[in-house]
């Protein structure tokens, strides 16, 4: 299977990348590791495969006077012009190991345009393909922060069409851990500080928010992870597999 590490810029996607592969392998399981971010610069595991062998985004920015902005849709472009080829990489193989793929930075400019639908596409069609949208544990101070990152993850799962697995990364770093429990247990119970924090129709847009995070949870179950500490790991495994065994006949 294909799992996808997507998130915000920042929100951990390389690190767990990394310590969830290690954590994989010493529990017995075959895992490959892909580095599709063609800005990293460094990395704290050793890739498969790594796109930076096909194109960077320093290089484009030398060669084409870009911003790093304008270099990351370049090199999106590029990845996806590629893709088959870069597919039949040996570290693409789906059928004996889970493949991990840490993916751009920035979120907006690769998974939510059309070239990581596209790329997304591809890797459906070949194996089961799951993701994993990481939420900053440490950047969420209030209830607004937590609705509205949590509903990105349901965005990106409508535009890929994948199950996308929400995750709360940083669990180590969380400093309102009762609120992010609240959500990640019953979404439901949030009403009442969504209505004493926000006013009119935004507390009535939250407050319909959390009812549909609320019913989609049923489904995919959030997750608290640390990629320090390694909480959550387990439980990231599990849901992971069941998200797998959901969309198992895909393959
Ligand atoms: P971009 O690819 O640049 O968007 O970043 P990213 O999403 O891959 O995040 P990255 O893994 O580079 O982590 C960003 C920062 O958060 C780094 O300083 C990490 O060391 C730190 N970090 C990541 N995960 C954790 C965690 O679970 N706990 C703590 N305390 N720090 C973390």
Not at 151 to 180: A, E, H, Y
């Amino acid at each position: 299977m294909y799992l996808l590490v997507m998130g915000l810029a920042g929100s951990g996607k390389t690190t767990l990348t990394g310590a969830f592969a290690k954590w994989m392998r010493e529990n017995g399981h075959k895992v490959r590791v892909v580095n599709l971010d063609p800005g990293a610069e460094h990395l704290p595991y050793n890739p498969d495969f790594d796109i930076r062998s096909i194109v960077t985004v320093e290089k484009l920015m030398k060669e084409h006077g870009l911003g790093p902005n304008g270099a990351m849709l370049k090199a999106s472009e590029v990845i996806v012009e590629n893709a088959k080829e870069i597919l039949k990489h040996e570290a693409f193989k789906p059928f004996d190991a889970t493949v991990i793929i840490d993916t751009p930075g920035q979120l907006e400019i690769f998974m939510l345009r059309h070239e990581g639908y596209k790329f997304t596409s591809l890797l459906k069609r070949r194996a089961p393909t799951v993701g994993v949208f990481l939420v900053d544990g440490s950047m969420v101070y209030n209830i607004a922060d937590l609705v509205t990152s949590w509903m990105l993850g349901l965005l990106v799962q409508v535009k890929l069409d994948i199950p996308t697995i929400p995750v709360f990364s940083k669990s180590d770093l969380i400093k309102d851990r009762s609120l992010v429990e609240k959500v990640v247990e019953d979404p439901l119970s949030l009403t009442e500080d969504i209505e004493k924090s926000l006013s009119g129709v935004t507390a009535e847009l939250a407050i319909e928010m959390a009812r549909l995070l609320a019913e989609y949870r049923q489904s995919l179950r959030p997750v608290l992870v640390s990629a320090i500490t390694g909480e959550g790991f387990e439980e990231l495994f599990s849901v992971v597999h069941e998200a797998f065994c959901s969309c198992g006949d895909l393959s």
